[in-house]
Every structure is written in C-alpha cells, then in structure tokens.
C-alpha cells in the first residue's frame, strides 16, 4: 500500500517532442504528489508538485496531471530539449508532519538532438 | 541559494566497520531526513528527525543505524558493523516545515561503498 508505480523505466524523445512519465498508487492517505529530477552525481531536486484537490498543474514546460478516481498522475514534458535528460521520480507523502515521501522507481529520460 | 551539504562524497570502509555519514542542513530547516539509493534503485526513505527526535523511521531503519544532531548545524548518520549491502548512495534532505506540502531539499549524496 505504501508503493508508488512508475512507468515506463526509460524513455528516448526527440528533441520538441512530448515526454510523459506515467505514476499509479495506492494508498489513499497520500496528500501530495511531488516530481523529482536528478542528474548524475546529484540528488533529486524538487521539480514541480500537485495535492489531490487540483486535476492539473502547469510550471513552464512541465505539467503534472491528476486523476485523483484512479490514484495516478502523470508528467508532461512539452518542447522537450536535451538538458532535460535527467531521471525522473515522481513521488507521495502522506499529510502527516514531517511524513515521509514514498518515491517511484523512476525513469531515465534521454532527449536526442 | 542555500543547500544541503554532504560529506564525504565518496567513503570506503571495509566490512564491520563503523561509518559516520554528515550533512548540514539549510540553516532555517527544522525537520531532517535520510534516505539511500542502492544503485539502479529508487530512492529510499531511512529515518526523519526533529526537535532532537526521531519522528518515523523505515523498516531498513534497525539498530544498525543511528541519527544525530551534535551540534546547531550538523546531522550525522551513523552505521555500525557495516554489511556489504549498505553500499549505496546516501542522501540527507531537509525541510523548513513539516507541513506537506514543504519540500525536501536534498543534497549531492555520500557513495558509501564497503568492501
């Protein structure tokens, strides 16, 4: 119950494409939905984030969609570029303070030029 | 802008040793994590710490391990009697609140690697 799914493990886009990356969960005391990005030899940074009361968020060219019925959200890259190959989390946390994030198996992305 | 920061970034230590892996938090932070990433694995949560006590820890979290605060900046994650399963990256995060929706700030990781 406390595992995040996430798909696909890895991902190849042409540079201006879409990526999507794709997150199911269980437990439905997750309150808050985060992605992380991390380039090699870094840790993950916080990339953009959603609570289950809204259906979509949108930060320049990354979007994250909610389908709060069916308990998975996903990441949209738009105009994808090659500095955004990078692994991508998508991760959950319950509401309790201090509480814990639950992260998914992640995907490498790679943006071809 | 302020980060979290790790060191050593790289530690070997041979098996049934003793390991001390160090972070400073960003300064104003109250709540302190630590997780690891076994190689080609997601990232795992270890133990949270604030007001000088463990508020949840994980089931990897066993009396192997221990966190510390020594002093005002510094967050220290202790391993005894390391196994060769401990190498990985570990990560130490930090956040200014606990409210969820305050995000964890994660620094540059410590590779422990026991031989």
């Known amino acids: 119950q406390q595992q995040v799914k996430q798909s696909p493990q890895s991902l190849i886009v042409q540079k201006g494409g879409i990526s999507i990356i794709n997150c199911a969960y269980e437990n439905t005391a997750f309150d808050y939905f985060p992605w992380y990005q991390q380039f090699p030899g870094k840790g993950p940074a916080l990339l953009i984030a959603?609570?289950?009361?809204?259906s979509e968020k949108k930060e320049g060219r990354f979007t994250i969609s909610f389908n709060k019925s069916a308990k998975q959200f996903s990441l949209h890259i738009m105009d994808s570029q090659p500095g955004d190959s990078a692994t991508y989390f998508c991760a959950a946390r319950r509401k309790t303070s201090g509480s814990r994030l639950t992260f998914g198996e992640g995907t490498q992305l790679t943006v071809n030029p | 802008e302020p980060e979290v920061t790790q060191t050593p970034s790289h530690q070997v230590t041979q098996m049934g040793q003793e390991v001390i892996l160090r972070c400073v938090p960003i300064s104003n932070h109250l709540y302190f994590y630590w997780y690891r990433q076994i190689l080609g694995q997601k990232v795992e949560f270890l133990v949270s710490f604030y007001n000088n006590e463990i508020s949840e820890k994980s089931e990897i979290f066993d009396d192997q391990f221990s966190v510390e605060r020594p002093d005002g900046s510094n967050f220290t994650l202790k391993i005894r009697s390391t196994k060769l399963e401990d190498s990985a990256m570990y990560f130490c995060?930090?956040?200014?609140?606990?409210?969820?929706?305050?995000?964890?700030?994660f620094g540059d990781g410590t590779r422990l690697s026991i031989l």
């Open positions: 995060a930090s956040s200014e609140g606990g409210q969820v929706n305050q995000p964890q700030h």
């Open positions: 959603i609570r289950p009361d809204v």
